[in-house]
């Protein structure tokens, strides 16, 4: 009992004190509040969401950050999933800049310099997510937004539809559905 306390007093410091003292291997990226981390990629959950381990063998829940892909039970949601196929074991690099409402950390994964958040928009599996583009860049904003364009004009991906479903929209479906 008395370690189970132990485990929670330090979960509750490292929240206290903010992931970024927290984790190992990280170096400012910027002035903004992006920590730099080296780690492996352990599993991947979906196409925008994947389980990292860092230098101290601490498992995480990383989604990607200015990105939304298809859930895993609508259309294309697999074939985002299998995109990221290559991370798995994968040795990559995370720009973590917050930890969304499920605590999860946001972040960009580089994989050899590569920014694949904005791979997965250019191939077509996933929607430049609009509702926080205001935490990107200017540069990035403009890279995430004409990478969408590029894919849907191109019908690549998950733009073989017409129209497909936003995962934000399908999410809230899913929520209203008895």
Not at 5 to 18: D, R, T, Y
Not at 58 to 84: C, F, S, V, W
Not at 145 to 163: F, K, M, V, Y
Request: overall charge positive; proline content about 3%.
């Amino acid at each position: 009992m008395q370690t189970l306390v132990k485990v929670c007093v330090l979960f509750l410091a490292f929240i206290h004190f903010g992931y970024g003292q927290a984790v190992a291997g990280q170096h400012r990226t910027s002035t903004t509040s992006t920590k730099s981390v080296d780690a492996i990629i352990a599993r991947v959950i979906d196409g925008d969401t994947v389980v990292v381990t860092d230098s101290r063998a601490r498992t995480y829940h990383l989604r990607m950050a200015g990105i939304d892909a298809p859930e895993h039970n609508q259309p294309y949601g697999q074939d985002a999933k299998n995109a990221l196929h290559d991370l798995s074991g994968a040795k990559v690099r995370l720009l973590l800049s917050k930890h969304d409402r499920y605590g999860r950390y946001i972040g960009i994964i580089k994989l050899n310099g590569t920014d694949i958040c904005l791979r997965q928009i250019r191939q077509g599996w996933a929607w430049h997510y609009k509702k926080y583009a205001n935490e990107q860049s200017a540069e990035l904003r403009r890279q995430y937004a004409e990478a969408e364009i590029t894919a849907r004009n191109r019908h690549i991906g998950l733009w073989q539809d017409a129209a497909p479903t936003p995962p934000w929209e399908f999410r809230r479906m899913e929520r209203k559905s008895p």
